[in-house]
């Protein structure tokens, strides 16, 4: 099977469009520690991952408590 020069053009335009975009997917450390938004790379040594250490205060209502 010979591959013409077109095909290695477009198989390498796709392997350099695949590299250079991956990256920007990768999970991001964002939002407020606590709130339902936030997001945080676990390390992938522990399955599953350690708990984070809860700073917030529980009270008797939600209204005193406070999730972080």
């Known amino acids: 099977m010979n591959i013409t020069p077109t095909m290695r053009a477009?198989?390498?335009s796709t392997s350099v469009?695949?590299?250079t975009?991956?990256?920007t997917f990768a999970q991001q450390?964002?939002?407020?520690?606590?709130s339902p938004s936030a997001?945080?790379?676990i390390d992938g040594?522990?399955?599953p991952n350690p708990p984070a250490p809860f700073g917030g205060t529980i009270n008797m209502d939600a209204k005193?408590?406070?999730p972080y």
Do not use: C, E, F, R
């Open 21 to 23: 975009i991956g990256p």
């Open 10 to 12: 477009l198989v390498w």
């Open 45 to 47: 040594k522990y399955l």
């Open 39 to 41: 997001t945080t790379t």
């Open 17 to 19: 469009l695949a590299l």
């Open 64 to 66: 005193g408590s406070k």
């Open 29 to 34: 450390i964002s939002g407020t520690p606590g």
